[in-house]
Structures are given as structure tokens and as C-alpha cells.
């Protein structure tokens, strides 16, 4: 099935295009308005954008008389008002080919579906395609972004014959969501600043990664390396830094406030990296942040990650985010991906905020189940392929 779109000034005009390239045994999808041009919002000019399909394979021959008929289908994922608009479309032939009319009552099964209950429903989609999209919504993935995948699923369906396997289908699904986070910052530190900054909640593992970073850093770049914690809220942290720092044979200065931080800065001055650990709080308290700034000096050169765990819910990730907003977060780093069997949440914090993923860990190991992110990874845990 060929499918293409057209844009004219009126129906009749997009209709003469139809005909003119694919003839009049072509069939209207869907149409719609769109307003193009103006000038700073104003003087915008209405045109009409249309979905024009016809089959190749199809007999011509034995296809019905032509006559003209009135047809609204409307897009796929348009909301209530646009779907109100007065757009009527000029379909030309009754088909006699089954396999056209059987992918054409599938397609408006699945508008009218969608029309009634205004949410993904799956009912009737392509079996596939359906399959697909229940995958993803186990993993989490955010109800927008489902929608995009399911609009291309469905489109690259009919375009490709409506005869596509599973696994196609699936393919397709992990470029698209390959393509989604593919341009934002992934893998190991660059090390193109001195300072690395680790910040996040309590209990998400933000110690144990900085110990396996400073391992990572020393054992593949041979970088010497010096520790700085911040977080004097609980002995236990620093004891436990401590314990790593004798370890790796590396430094560890402690501080309290910015005078003890450019004072600790000054006697790590011979270390080409040095890692910050800050204190893990309660993270719906905005004081936390605030006083963060406090004892690290964020004026000099530094890359900052947000860690989070894959075990929490999507919504206090979120919210995290929101409070560490004011510092500049620079990448992602997922723990526990060891811990659960859902990874949605990934993709959709990485499109929501433009932001990649520096590192994912897998367990409590030092220096080892640590992993550097990159999009392959991360699209493979949800769509269920290590």
C-alpha cells in the first residue's frame, strides 16, 4: 500500500494532486487543517493536509463504477477540537480489493476507538502492533510518548503491506525509541572538568557509585584521584568513604561549609579528579538543596549527576528532579537496575528533561556492576533484549 501526504489551499485542489499523482482509484486516510506562514502569529494562511493511499497490487479492472462520496475520518491522535473541525474529505471508487478495505476498516476501528475513550486503547490495533504497545506500557513508558510510538507503529504498518511479524514491529519500535534519546550525552565521565559532583536522595547508592567511578577512572584513564564529602549528617557515610578511600589509596577530605571546600580544593590540588559526595536527605525538602550550596562551590569547573534508582516511582523522580533543577544537572545515573524489571522510566526522564545517562549499575560490587549508558542498553532493557 503506497500512502502519501498532500498539502493544498482547499479540498478540490488537494483531490486534483491525488488523482494527478496516484489516480482515482486513491483513497483519503484522513485529512485535516493546518495554518502555515504569518508573520509573529499573525496572517497565517489555512491550507488543508491530506492522507491520500492506493494499492498497487490492486485489480483496476474489476473495481466498481466511480462515484464520489463524503468521508470525515479524523487524525489519529488529534484532541476534541481539532477533531471538530468542519473538514470534509472527497473519497473517489468502492473497493473491490479485500485486502485494502480489510486494512482501511482496521485503521477506522482504531480512530473511532480512540475518538470514544480519548486514551490508548489497543483493542484495535494490528495484533502486532498491539503486542508491542502492551510491552511498552508494562515498562512504564509515559503515556505521551506511547502515543507517538503507537501513531508510527501504525502508520509504518499499512505503509509496509499490513503483514509485518512481532519481531518487525519490534524493530521498528527500538529505532524509534533509539532515535528519541540518541542525541543527548551518554557513557563515562569526559573528565574535561576537575570537579564531579554527585547528588541525589537517600539510600540510592550515591557512596558505592562514587567508589566505583573513582575505580573506573583510575584503573582505564590512570587519573589520580581525591574524594570530598560533604555529607557530615551521618558518620556512617563518611566512615564509609573512608573505608573505599583506604581501599583505592586515595585521599579524603571532609567539609563542613565553603571555607573547608576551597581549603580541601587546595590540598587536592595534585589530584587530576576529584569526586564530591553530598548528603542523601529527604528530598522534598527544598532546604536540602539550598544548603548543598552552602559547602560546594559551584562556581568552579564541574559535572554534576543526579542519581536515581530504577526502584522508585516515576512521580518522586520526577519531583527529585524538580528539586535538584536549580543546580545545573549535567547527566543521569541509573542504580538498582539489578533490583526491578521495568525500565521506562529511563527514557521517558531522558526526553522529558534533554538529559543522557553517564553510568547504570547492576549491584553492590566495587569497582564492578557499573555500566557505561548508552541508548543500545537502555532501549534493549525495555523492549526485553540484553
Known amino acids: 500500500m503506497k500512502i502519501k501526504k498532500y498539502t493544498a489551499s482547499s479540498m478540490p485542489e488537494a483531490m486534483k494532486k491525488v488523482r494527478t499523482e496516484l489516480g482515482n482509484e486513491a483513497v483519503i486516510l484522513h ?29 483496476r479492472e474489476a473495481r466498481q463504477t466511480k462515484k464520489e462520496k463524503i468521508s470525515s475520518i479524523p487524525n489519529l491522535f488529534e484532541n476534541k477540537t481539532a477533531k471538530d473541525n468542519d473538514v470534509s474529505l472527497t473519497k473517489h471508487a468502492e473497493f473491490s480489493t479485500e485486502k485494502v478495505l480489510k486494512q482501511l476498516e482496521q485503521l477506522n476501528g482504531f480512530v473511532q476507538e480512540f475518538v470514544q475513550n480519548e486514551k490508548i486503547s489497543t483493542a484495535a490495533l494490528p495484533n502486532p502492533v498491539q503486542q508491542v504497545i502492551a510491552c511498552l506500557e508494562k515498562q512504564g513508558l509515559d503515556k505521551q510518548l506511547l502515543i507517538k510510538i503507537t501513531r508510527e507503529l501504525v502508520g509504518k504498518w499499512y505503509k509496509e503491506g499490513a503483514d509485518k511479524s512481532f519481531n518487525e514491529v519490534l524493530f521498528w519500535t527500538k529505532e524509534y525509541l533509539y532515535q528519541e534519546i540518541s542525541s543527548y550525552s551518554f557513557g563515562e565521565l569526559s573528565l574535561s572538568k576537575r570537579f564531579v559532583n554527585v547528588v541525589g536522595p ?17 584503573l582505564k584513564h590512570h587519573k589520580k584521584i581525591g574524594f570530598i564529602t560533604t555529607d557530615t549528617y551521618r558518620i556512617a557515610a563518611i566512615e564509609q568513604l573512608k573505608t573505599y578511600a583506604n581501599i583505592l589509596n586515595v585521599p579524603l577530605e571532609v567539609c563542613y561549609n565553603l571555607q573547608d571546600f576551597e581549603s580541601a580544593a587546595k590540598k587536592l590540588e595534585s589530584c587530576d579528579v576529584i569526586l564530591i559526595d553530598t548528603a542523601g536527605r529527604n528530598f522534598r525538602n527544598k532546604q ?49 537496575m539489578d533490583e526491578t524489571s521495568t525500565y521506562g522510566s529511563m527514557v521517558n526522564l531522558i526526553v522529558k528533561y534533554q538529559r543522557g545517562a553517564a553510568y547504570l549499575t547492576t549491584g553492590q ?15 534493549n532493557r525495555i523492549i526485553g533484549v540484553d
Not at 508573520?39 to 492522507?51: H, M, Q, S, Y
Not at 537517600?202 to 583510575?218: E, F, P, Q, R
Not at 569497582?367 to 541508548?375: F, G, H, T, Y
Open 31 to 59: 485529512s485535516k487543517v493546518i495554518h502555515t506562514g504569518g508573520f509573529l502569529g499573525l496572517f497565517k494562511k489555512r491550507n488543508i493536509e491530506v492522507l491520500a493511499a492506493i494499492d498497487p497490487d490492486s485489480n
Open 288 to 336: 536540602y538543596v539550598d544548603d548543598l550550596k552552602k559547602v560546594v562551590d559551584y562556581k568552579r569547573e564541574m559535572e554534576t549527576l543526579l542519581v536515581l534508582s530504577l526502584t522508585a516511582k516515576q512521580e518522586d523522580m520526577e519531583e527529585i528532579y524538580q528539586q535538584f533543577s536549580t543546580i545545573d544537572i549535567n547527566q543521569f545515573v541509573f542504580t538498582k
Open 202 to 218: 537517600t539510600g540510592v547508592g550515591k557512596t558505592t557509585t562514587l567508589a566505583k567511578m573513582a575505580a573506573d577512572i583510575m
Open 365 to 379: 560490587n566495587v569497582p564492578d556492576d557499573m555500566l557505561a549508558a548508552n541508548p543500545e542498553i537502555i532501549v
